[in-house]
């Protein structure tokens, strides 16, 4: 079964702190994303990795970076947390081959974040 | 850039009924996907159903079922007897293609809040 987890459903920091977010998928997959979701906004797409090491920014990357240093992992980094980036935060992965998307965005269970 | 829109912020339909939702988008772009995502009160997104932008024939699943108009860019979603457990946000979302440097990232819509009343 298609499976992408992510380290915490919730967490709860405070304003300046460095915070890690962890999702790993088990499917192989070369491609993997990172989205926020705020209510009546949908989903804005942060970062993206087409492979290890690479990385290409979103649409709202700003106050972001990523970590790709494993196939199966992708780490999304808020290096002095703010409470503008309170959020739900949704990690995806998918595979491409091509010019075909082999398979759909699978995505994770999503992670509460708190700033105070 | 593309957009997508869905005006529907909300619909309530009761059990058993038809449901339509609505969802237009605009791009340049002539090869695309376009899917509808549902997300109930459990947070997990779900995929419901796919398009791909070449093919002319409108994808169904089960009782899910689009109304893809690629001229006219509008991409509806229609559930046949509507469930309680149907009751989610449903977001449309667009990816276009791009090449072999992989996968692009999801075009959302501001989701459609659906409630199936008993």
């Known amino acids: 079964d298609v499976k992408v987890t992510q380290s915490s459903r919730y967490l709860v920091k405070r304003t300046g702190e460095k915070v890690f977010l962890e999702c790993v998928q088990d499917?192989?997959?070369?491609?993997m994303f990172w989205y926020r979701q705020d209510p009546g906004l949908g989903l804005r797409l942060i970062y993206f990795s087409y492979d290890v090491k690479m990385k290409e920014k979103g649409d709202i990357p700003e106050g972001y970076s990523v970590s790709r240093e494993k196939k199966e992992r992708f780490s999304l980094i808020l290096e002095s947390a703010s409470t503008n980036q309170t959020s739900m935060y949704l990690c995806?992965?998918?595979?491409?081959?091509?010019?075909?998307?082999?398979?759909?965005?699978?995505f994770g269970p999503g992670t509460r974040l708190t700033v105070l | 850039a593309q957009t997508v829109t869905q005006s529907q912020p909300e619909m309530s339909v009761q059990e058993a009924e038809t449901v339509t939702l609505s969802c237009t988008y605009d791009?340049?772009?002539?090869?695309?996907?376009l899917f509808w995502y549902k997300q109930p009160p459990s947070r997990q997104m779900i995929l419901v159903i796919r398009q791909e932008a070449y093919k002319q024939q409108n994808a169904t699943e089960n009782r899910f079922s689009v109304n893809f108009q690629k001229a006219a860019k509008s991409f509806s979603l229609k559930i046949s007897d509507s469930q309680l457990g149907d009751t989610a946000m449903y977001f449309c979302a667009f990816m276009k293609l791009v090449g072999e440097g992989g996968a692009d990232g999801l075009t959302f819509g501001k989701g459609t809040h659906l409630i199936i009343q008993p």
């Open positions: 499917m192989d997959h070369e491609n």
């Open positions: 791009t340049s772009e002539s090869n695309y996907y």
């Open positions: 995806a992965s998918t595979r491409w081959t091509g010019t075909l998307l082999k398979d759909t965005q699978y």
